[in-house]
Structure formats: structure tokens, C-alpha cells
């Protein structure tokens, strides 16, 4: 595998183009260039050397189920435990639970490098952070003190048990029950699905956050309550056993359980019958760590495409023995472009909205609270969208040999599916921003994010260089204005008519959000100069001048409207 | 698998789009609606009961090399004896080798059922139709008697070896030598890889043939001839052999080999130093029959996403027990009409050009024949990029069920990947059609196409309620016009800045290719009435506001030109 942690752009991104050292939000200060190089350096390597070579193991072996526990691929352990031992599960946990306390960017970035390497690996980590962070929101002390140092050191970790066989978007059709014993605990019954790294052999334990339904909370969403569930207590085996690991199209080397409760002891976290709210507070986190694996696999997808675009030759070539590699075609170079400017732009709208989630937490701002918020759904499913159509045209330049099973290309694009569909589908994520996102606080959020691109685009206005970036941005986000318009008029009066668009409109914003970027990258390359700056340049005005323009292909079609869409009966399918 | 022949539209195109029953091509005559149902519907039951059962098993058992043999899946051998034993591998081949001398719109029809079953299994008849092909039209007569009814009734089947570990595209590169023997045949020598139906156990013997290198043909691609070289010589084994099956992302059923020839007996097919002639005539049909692929594992993708999506329950609805299924939602809706709209015109498409190829064979019309040489890459490399497309957003229908392999969706997508690779990566179509068939006999052949755009749209100016269908596509048919005249300018000057555009502008003639088939299928439906009638109605107004309007994206991308495409150096990358 040909990948390397690109550390320059990452470096770029959080130095040049956000300027973390020079952010107000508490705890950035110390996130000056040396600091940060020193630590993603570290991931980088890590990454490189550790990961990275076990990604085609876990592909090609995948987990098994073996008398009740599952078995994650060869060398997992070991690699496991390098995360383990050198504190890369707990970046932004808190001191006290062991976590070295730095911001949730540093968090973000120090997992680009993991997920690119190995990101099916990378999930048990990942979840095990998800279920720290509901816990440490809305666990009682007593379970705080049980199972934060534990969740984050990763020598136990999480799970977080959602879906069942009747039920996946829609949560309120959950039947896994919850009784209450005797002594305060609970007894857990039902049956959950799709739960990635449901068992394992990595730790000793494993803690399940199970949404399941309570006595007296009614029906629906609003009856459900968050129990805490973990594999072993006091060293025996609770009622909790994985039925069945599924064979997937990729991430074979997480394991996807259907776990079976049969009275499994747990205990409630947060309040009874509002199991909800307590796993939707770390939504926006879960979501942009979904965002990111949708472009860190893409990044390592297109590594290996320009690799192989640089060695293979054919004829024709003007060198001595007549041969020349594929990267001198316009057909491969487009490819690649396309990949630089969605990859680069991604990376740093990514970081970005982790820093806005660092406002949010940090400083309680609300208006950073109610942008990021906005962008979530935008982030995964823009991301995830665009950065499986990287992986199959990186698998595209391999030509034949990007079929092949070993050549790694195929397991890029099968291992990035996934990002579409989990965590939301996207299709709900486009449902989420323009059915409540759009209109939350009275529009409050959007009009933000509007005044942001406008604010971009007239800082410049003294810069006539800066205006091949800024005029596009600004037509782009026109287009977005005049979606948004058309939402909030047909949405009264016709929501499906709105609706038939809600992903042509995630897919403008997401434009428009990399446009964002771009303006921003452009300036910050200015500034710099040299080589890179030059590339970032021409990488910026690709972006502007053959992606961004497809706003208005989106905007047709919002405008379109659900005429058609909605055009035949459902019998006429 | 809840996959059903597509009978209806199938009709609806050969008789009421194409209205082959009245066409003066050769042949044509007999194909009534009476006999071309009786047929189609005998095909798509085979498809249906014998075919599609077994895609799940090819997928799940793939092919492997014990002791220098191939064994296909369980259940190949009875179903490929059924296609043998009910005619389905000769339908347009010659009577005088056992075929029943249909127009090949008959053969492409009848495939369609069979590829959207099993595209794996269907691969062992289509390259010895492929193979056979060649044969009749370059074998000496001996040869020709020898194996042409043979491979008519797939007792014997086929394969085509061009790519060499070195060289896929190049075939310029290729290594493979002949050497003459004293009794007229050959001694082949070489390795060949990824070749389909290699070798298997389907068939007593298998026909390679190999392009090869016979001496005093000099360098490059000329040097190249065509030879014949059979697994088993009266009743011996030759020297070629399987070294390898490929373990591949998709299309597990068919066995992708690596060919080894330690001087293998061959038969030179056509003349010497002319393979590549011999080679390519046949490419029309080969490249038609990817494009087919292209649709017909994406129509298959698609109905079981409609099944999904009607059958899957969730909360929130007006039934009695409060649930509804998928199909109420726009957006799941939205996903759907995309799919129709792409593959109905798909099938109008594919269908016409099988006219386009009789009419160019049957009545020796050279202006068909530039017409469907202008279109072909088109159709290769559009219908199987849109048709991945439509494979991985019917998969996404299924949510998280979508990602497990025993739902049948991902083997759809990891099948569908293949067609936009071989015969042909889709770049190298594109190639084609902007390097190659765009300028050819003058243009004529581009102008002859803007001419049947421009009839079609006169056609209908008497009747208003055809507007809201030709008007998009002249507006598109400008669009395309408009790029081809930027692809002569700049091709010129700067071929490079041309060449960055290759691929929107496949897209663009694409997208205007199924914007004609709209109007005339708009047409028809109109004449047709009906249910039938005002569905269609509904579906190509789809097109022609949702989906057409990306021609002016394509153009703005192709207007952009090379400038940011080529504006790195390669070792920025």
C-alpha cells in the first residue's frame, strides 16, 4: 500500500487555513505548529507502519463466531494495543478519566491517519469513544467512575445497540424491553442488529449501550430509555451473546453482531424514557467521525490511483524506450483533480466543523452550536457520497487490476459503502437538514451560515487575485438561497414537493461548503507562496471552474420539484 | 430475487419505439408482436426459473483451478445445457451453423433476461458468441467448418486473449509470439490474464482466440495477428492452460484466468500482421453487449429495490397499524424514477443501435454503420457508468440490509462495477469518441446523428404536446453541438485542453442519446394511451426536467478545458 499520512496538508489545514493557534477557544492556544506536528507525526507513523499493513488482513479474513465469542483478524491485538499504549484512544477525554484533554480537532485529526490505514480497525476505537462520551453526558457518578477510565483507555469498549430487525431509521418500532430488579438494576430482553464491534476478542470487556423500552414510557421514540449493558460483570458472562457476525460487502474486519439480551443485567443511563436525547447529544461527534471516514478512505483510495497512474507505463511515450506512465493523459489527470479538489476541500471542512464543535462545548456558543448542527447532515452525506465516487474512479485508473481482490483497490470502494448507509442513511440525513435542520430556531442557523459566506466573500474585495474564488462562491451560494426559498414556500404548502429535492439540496450545500473551504485554502495558499501554495491555486481554481458549477444542475432539479417524483402510483413500480 | 422479466417494456420498445415489425431491414418482416412475445417470453422464463436462482451460488462459490482444470458453481452445468438445448446461444447465428438467423435486435433482446439473471453465467455464451463472430468473418473455410457450429450451439465455447500483464490498452505491448509449425499451424507462446471463461468445465473444449506476435510483423499493434488456439485437439490436451483464477470484486460465477501458451497449436484467423483488423470488427456487438450489461444487472438492482421499498415497513403512517412502507417518501421515490427514467431509455438505446448494426449488416448501410461506430463508446461507457450508479443507489434503498451479502444488493454492485472496466475502460471510450469517432469520414457520421436529432424534434412541431419534450432535447442537442465544435477548435491547438473534456462529453451525447429515445418513447405513449401510456408520459418528463439538464453541466466542465486538468506537474501529485 502506497499511502502516507499526508501530514502537509493536514498541517495546512490547521495552521494556515484555520489558525487554530490563534483561536479564542480555550485550550487552542497551545496547538501551535511544533505541538501538533509532533502529534500527528506520531499518528502518522503509527498508522504507516502498524495499521496500514493489516487493512488487507482484516479484509481477507474478517471475524468469526467460535463457541459464543467472536475472533477479530490476526494482528489486530497487537496493533490494538499500540493504540492502547500510546494514549490515541483518549486525545480529548477528559484528564481525569485518564484522556489527555486536548480539543475534539485534535481528536479529529489524529484519526484521519487511522481511518485511511485501517478503518474497519479504527471502529473499535471509535465506538468505544462514542459510548465514553454519552456515558460521561449522562451516566450517574457511580457509573462514570465504573467505566470512563476504562472506555477510555480502550481496555473495555463500546457499543451502541440501535437498529433491530423491524427497525432502522425508524427507532420507535424498538421492541427490546427493559424491567427494573430489585436492586436498581435492570433485566434486558430483545433482540439488536448491526452492531459494529458487537464482540471481540480485543478487550475483556465490552459495554453495550442498548436503547430499549422501559414499563410506562408509551409508544414510540419517546418511550425508549438508555441502558448500559456491559458483557462481564465481577468477571462472570451477563445474558448478552453476539447470535451471528454478518457477512458484509466490506469493513470485514469489524465485526457486525446481531447481539441477543436475554435479561441481561444493565443499568439506566440518564433520565427514564429519555433514552433518545441521551444518544442524540453526541450525534453531531458520531456524525462527523462518519463524515471523515467517507473522505480518509477516499484520500488512501486515490493515493494508491496516483501511484499507479505514476508507474504503469504504456506506448506512445516520448521517453528513450518509447514508454510513458498514465498520469500523462487528461482523462487520469481529470480523475485525479477531481480527487484533489473534493479530498483537500473535505479535509478541511471536516476539521472546521470540529472546531465549531469545540466552540460549541468549550465556549457554549450557541450560534457555533447551531451552524454545526445545520452542516452535520450536509458533512456525512455530502462527504460519503462524493468520497465513494473517489474510491470507484481511484478503483477506475487501475484499469482491470483494480478488480483484482489483491490489489486493494476493490476493498477501498467496498469498505467506503458503508459510510452511505450507517449512521444514518443519507437519504435521512438530507431528510434531517431540510425537514429540521433548515428551519430550525426560525431559520437562525442557515442565515448564519449565510452571513459566513458572505463574510468570506467580501473580505477579499480588496484582492483582485482573490476574485476567480470568490465570484463563484458567491454565485453558489445564490443558488443555495434560492433552494432554500423554494423550501420554505412548497414546504407549507406541499412537503413532498419540497422533499423530491432534499438530496439535490444536501448535495448544493455540500458544494457550497467546499466552495467555503476553497476561498478560505485560496487565501491561506496566497499568503504562503512557494510550490505547495501554487498547486493549492490551480487546485482551487479546479474546484471553482468544473465542481462547483454543478450548484445549478441541484438547483434545476430542486426546482423541478415533485411533480414527477410523486408522479405515479406506488402500484405503478 | 424478486427480479421479473421486463416483458412489457420490452415490447413496448422493439414494437412501439422502434416499430421493428415495420422496417425494411432484412429479416425484420417476421418479427411481429406474436412472435417476437412468443419468444422473449420463453427467454425470460428460462431467466427467471433456471438462471436467477443460481446468481447467489456463482456469487457465494466462485470458480476454482483444481489439477489444471476450472470447475464452475454448482448448478452452471444444467442451466448453461438449458440455454444450449433451447437454441438461446445461436439466435442470430447463421442456419448453415445451426442458428436460426434472427437480426441481432433479437439476439440483444433476448440477452437482456438472461444478463439481468445471471450476468456471470451469460458471459460463457457471450464471448463464444464473440468468438464466433470473428471466426465467420475472418476464418479460413476450414476453420469455419470446423468450429463455427460448434460454437454456434455453445458445445464448444470461446474466449478473446488480448491483455498481458504488461499491457491492457496497449496492446501494442503485447509479447505473445507465434511461431509457424511445418504443417501451416502455429506454436503460440505466452501469458495472458484476466481472460473470461478462461477455462471451466462447462464445455468438452474451449476456442482461445489469442492476438500474438508472428515474426516479420515489426513493433506496435501492427505486428499483431489473430490466431486460433483449442484447449483439445482431437481428443488431446493442448499446451495452454489456467495458471491462476482471479479472485475478483464481482462476477465470481465467471473464471477470470491467467492463460499460460508453451506452444500451443494455433490456426492463423484472418491475415497475417492483420489481427487487430480481425479483432475489431467484431467490437460494435462486444461493446454493445457490455453496454447491455451496463442496464441489466441495474434493472434487476432496481426491482428489488421497488420490492424493498414496498415491502419495508416503518412508523409514522395512515394504515390501521400505523406503519407505511418505504415507497411514501419522496426521497426513496426520487431514487426510483432516477432508475426508470435511466433504464427505459437504456433499453430503447441498446435496442436501437442492435437496428442500427442490422441495418449496417443486413443492408450494407454505411451511414447506420457510422452511426452506431460514433455511438458505441457512448453507449459502453455511459450506460455503465449510469448503470453502476442505479446498482449502488438501489442498494442504498436497503439501508444497512443493502450491505449484507445475503440480500443479493451488493453482489448487484460488485457486478455492475466490472462493465465500466473491460472491453474498454470507460476513459479509453471516451478516447474514442472524442480522438477517433468524432472527427471520422469528416463528421459525417456526427452530423448525421444532429440531423436524426433535428428530425426528431420537427417531427412533432404540429403537435403542442409533444413541446414539453423536444424542447429540452434541442436545447441539449445545442449543448452537445456546441462542445463538439470546442473539441475541433482547441483539438487542434492544443489536444491536451481538448482531451480534459473527454469524458463530460460522452456523458453529454450520452444524456442527449436518452433524451431522443424520450421524445420518441414520449411519442409512442401518447399514440399508446393508457396506464401504460401516462406512466411513460410521467417518466420521461423525469428526464427531461430531473436528469437532461446535466448536459449543461458537462458543457461548462468541457469549457473549462485542460487549463486546472493539466496544470500540475506530475510529481505534485
Same mark, same amino acid.
Given at each position: 500500500?502506497?499511502?502516507?499520512?499526508?501530514?502537509d496538508?493536514?498541517?495546512f489545514?490547521?495552521?494556515r487555513?484555520?489558525?487554530v493557534q490563534d483561536?479564542d477557544?480555550?485550550?487552542?492556544?497551545?496547538?501551535?505548529?511544533?505541538?501538533?506536528a509532533?502529534?500527528l507525526?506520531?499518528a502518522g507513523?503509527?498508522?504507516?507502519?502498524?495499521?496500514?499493513?493489516?487493512?488487507?488482513?482484516?479484509?481477507?479474513?474478517?471475524?468469526?463466531l467460535?463457541?459464543?465469542?467472536?475472533?477479530?483478524?490476526?494482528?489486530?491485538?497487537?496493533?490494538f494495543?499500540a493504540?492502547?499504549?500510546g494514549?490515541?484512544?483518549?486525545?480529548?477525554c477528559?484528564?481525569?478519566?485518564?484522556?489527555?484533554g486536548?480539543?475534539?480537532v485534535?481528536h479529529?485529526?489524529v484519526?484521519?491517519?487511522?481511518?485511511?490505514a485501517?478503518?474497519?480497525?479504527n471502529?473499535?476505537?471509535?465506538?468505544?469513544?462514542?459510548?465514553?462520551s454519552?456515558l460521561?453526558?449522562?451516566?450517574?457518578?457511580?457509573l462514570?467512575a465504573a467505566?470512563?477510565?476504562k472506555l477510555?483507555?480502550?481496555e473495555?469498549t463500546?457499543t451502541?445497540n440501535?437498529?433491530?430487525?423491524?427497525?432502522?431509521?425508524?427507532l420507535?418500532?424498538i421492541?427490546t424491553?427493559?424491567e427494573p430488579a430489585?436492586d436498581e438494576?435492570?433485566?434486558?430482553?430483545?433482540?439488536?442488529?448491526f452492531?459494529s464491534a458487537?464482540?471481540h476478542?480485543?478487550?475483556?470487556?465490552?459495554?453495550h449501550?442498548?436503547?430499549?423500552?422501559?414499563?410506562?414510557?408509551?409508544?414510540?421514540t419517546?418511550g425508549?430509555s438508555l441502558?448500559?449493558?456491559?458483557?462481564?460483570?465481577d468477571?462472570?458472562?451477563?445474558a448478552v451473546?453476539?447470535?451471528k457476525?454478518?457477512?458484509?460487502m466490506?469493513?470485514h474486519?469489524n465485526?457486525?453482531?446481531?447481539?441477543n439480551y436475554d435479561?441481561?443485567?444493565?443499568?439506566?443511563?440518564?433520565?427514564?424514557?429519555k433514552?433518545m436525547?441521551a444518544?442524540?447529544?453526541?450525534?453531531?461527534?458520531a456524525?462527523?467521525?462518519v463524515?471523515?471516514?467517507?473522505?480518509?478512505?477516499?484520500?488512501?483510495?486515490?493515493q494508491?490511483?496516483v501511484?499507479y497512474?505514476?508507474e504503469?507505463?504504456?506506448?506512445?511515450?516520448?521517453?528513450?524506450d518509447g514508454?510513458e506512465?498514465?498520469i500523462?493523459h487528461?482523462?487520469?489527470?481529470?480523475i485525479?483533480?477531481?480527487?484533489?479538489?473534493?479530498l483537500?476541500?473535505a479535509?478541511?471542512l471536516t476539521?472546521?466543523g470540529?472546531?465549531l464543535?469545540?466552540?460549541?462545548?468549550r465556549?457554549?456558543d450557541?450560534?457555533?452550536?447551531?451552524v454545526?448542527s445545520?452542516?452535520?447532515?450536509?458533512?456525512?452525506?455530502?462527504?460519503t457520497?462524493?468520497?465513494f465516487?473517489?474510491?470507484?474512479?481511484a478503483?477506475q485508473?487501475?484499469?482491470?487490476?483494480?478488480?483484482?481482490?489483491?490489489?486493494?483497490?476493490?476493498?477501498?470502494v467496498?469498505?467506503?459503502?458503508?459510510?452511505m448507509?450507517?449512521?444514518?442513511?443519507?437519504?435521512?440525513?438530507a431528510?434531517?437538514?431540510v425537514?429540521?435542520?433548515?428551519?430550525?430556531e426560525?431559520?437562525?442557523?442557515?442565515m448564519?451560515?449565510f452571513e =459566513?459566506v458572505?463574510? &468570506?466573500?467580501h473580505?477579499? /474585495?480588496d484582492?483582485?487575485?482573490? %476574485?476567480?474564488? *470568490?465570484a463563484? #462562491?458567491k454565485a453558489?451560494?445564490?443558488?443555495?438561497?434560492?433552494?432554500? =426559498?423554494?423550501?420554505? &414556500?412548497?414546504g407549507?404548502? /406541499?412537503?413532498d414537493?419540497?422533499? %423530491?429535492g432534499? *438530496?439535490d439540496f #444536501?448535495?448544493?450545500?455540500?458544494?457550497?461548503?467546499?466552495g467555503?473551504m476553497?476561498?478560505?485554502?485560496?487565501?491561506a495558499?496566497?499568503?504562503?507562496g512557494g510550490?505547495f501554495g501554487?498547486?493549492?491555486l490551480?487546485?482551487?481554481?479546479?474546484?471553482?471552474t468544473r465542481?462547483l458549477p454543478a450548484?445549478g444542475?441541484h438547483?434545476?432539479?430542486?426546482?423541478?420539484?415533485g411533480?414527477?417524483?410523486?408522479?405515479?402510483k406506488?402500484?405503478?413500480?
Amino acid at each position: 500500500m502506497a499511502w502516507h499520512a499526508p501530514l502537509d496538508e493536514m498541517d495546512f489545514v490547521l495552521h494556515r487555513v484555520l489558525k487554530v493557534q490563534d483561536s479564542d477557544i480555550p485550550g487552542y492556544a497551545e496547538l501551535d505548529p511544533g505541538f501538533t506536528a509532533a502529534i500527528l507525526g506520531e499518528a502518522g507513523k503509527l498508522a504507516e507502519e502498524v495499521l496500514a499493513p493489516l487493512n488487507a488482513v482484516g479484509d481477507r479474513q474478517g471475524c468469526r463466531l467460535e463457541n459464543g465469542q467472536v475472533r477479530v483478524p490476526e494482528g489486530f491485538h497487537a496493533a490494538f494495543d499500540a493504540l492502547r499504549d500510546g494514549g490515541w484512544t483518549a486525545i480529548d477525554c477528559d484528564p481525569a478519566d485518564g484522556g489527555q484533554g486536548l480539543p475534539y480537532v485534535m481528536h479529529t485529526a489524529v484519526n484521519e491517519p487511522f481511518v485511511s490505514a485501517n478503518m474497519a480497525l479504527n471502529m473499535y476505537m471509535g465506538l468505544t469513544h462514542g459510548a465514553y462520551s454519552a456515558l460521561r453526558l449522562h451516566g450517574s457518578p457511580e457509573l462514570k467512575a465504573a467505566y470512563l477510565p476504562k472506555l477510555a483507555s480502550c481496555e473495555w469498549t463500546g457499543t451502541m445497540n440501535l437498529t433491530e430487525p423491524q427497525c432502522g431509521t425508524d427507532l420507535g418500532l424498538i421492541r427490546t424491553k427493559a424491567e427494573p430488579a430489585p436492586d436498581e438494576s435492570w433485566k434486558v430482553t430483545g433482540t439488536k442488529i448491526f452492531i459494529s464491534a458487537g464482540d471481540h476478542d480485543l478487550a475483556e470487556n465490552i459495554i453495550h449501550l442498548v436503547l430499549a423500552r422501559a414499563p410506562g414510557g408509551g409508544e414510540g421514540t419517546k418511550g425508549l430509555s438508555l441502558f448500559l449493558v456491559p458483557k462481564v460483570i465481577d468477571g462472570a458472562r451477563n445474558a448478552v451473546s453476539p447470535g451471528k457476525v454478518e457477512a458484509k460487502m466490506g469493513i470485514h474486519g469489524n465485526a457486525t453482531c446481531v447481539m441477543n439480551y436475554d435479561g441481561a443485567t444493565g443499568w439506566l443511563v440518564g433520565d427514564l424514557h429519555k433514552g433518545m436525547r441521551a444518544m442524540f447529544t453526541m450525534m453531531n461527534e458520531a456524525r462527523l467521525g462518519v463524515a471523515m471516514q467517507g473522505f480518509a478512505v477516499a484520500e488512501a483510495a486515490h493515493q494508491a490511483a496516483v501511484a499507479y497512474a505514476k508507474e504503469r507505463l504504456q506506448g506512445h511515450g516520448t521517453r528513450s524506450d518509447g514508454l510513458e506512465p498514465l498520469i500523462v493523459h487528461p482523462d487520469i489527470r481529470r480523475i485525479l483533480m477531481d480527487h484533489k479538489a473534493f479530498l483537500q476541500g473535505a479535509r478541511a471542512l471536516t476539521y472546521w466543523g470540529a472546531t465549531l464543535i469545540d466552540r460549541a462545548h468549550r465556549m457554549g456558543d450557541k450560534g457555533a452550536d447551531g451552524v454545526v448542527s445545520l452542516l452535520i447532515p450536509v458533512l456525512k452525506g455530502f462527504l460519503t457520497d462524493k468520497g465513494f465516487e473517489v474510491a470507484v474512479s481511484a478503483q477506475q485508473v487501475w484499469g482491470g487490476h483494480g478488480y483484482i481482490e489483491d490489489n486493494g483497490m476493490s476493498q477501498h470502494v467496498r469498505d467506503a459503502r458503508i459510510a452511505m448507509i450507517y449512521e444514518g442513511a443519507n437519504g435521512v440525513q438530507a431528510l434531517d437538514l431540510v425537514g429540521r435542520k433548515l428551519g430550525a430556531e426560525g431559520g437562525k442557523p442557515v442565515m448564519a451560515f449565510f452571513e =459566513m459566506v458572505k463574510a &468570506e466573500v467580501h473580505a477579499h /474585495d480588496d484582492r483582485p487575485e482573490m %476574485a476567480e474564488f *470568490t465570484a463563484p #462562491l458567491k454565485a453558489a451560494s445564490k443558488q443555495m438561497q434560492a433552494a432554500a =426559498m423554494i423550501f420554505v &414556500e412548497r414546504g407549507l404548502k /406541499d412537503p413532498d414537493d419540497a422533499l %423530491a429535492g432534499s *438530496t439535490d439540496f #444536501l448535495h448544493l450545500v455540500g458544494h457550497v461548503c467546499l466552495g467555503l473551504m476553497w476561498v478560505r485554502m485560496a487565501r491561506a495558499a496566497l499568503e504562503m507562496g512557494g510550490d505547495f501554495g501554487a498547486a493549492k491555486l490551480v487546485i482551487a481554481r479546479h474546484y471553482m471552474t468544473r465542481v462547483l458549477p454543478a450548484c445549478g444542475l441541484h438547483l434545476a432539479r430542486i426546482e423541478a420539484g415533485g411533480r414527477t417524483v410523486m408522479g405515479l402510483k406506488a402500484e405503478a413500480f
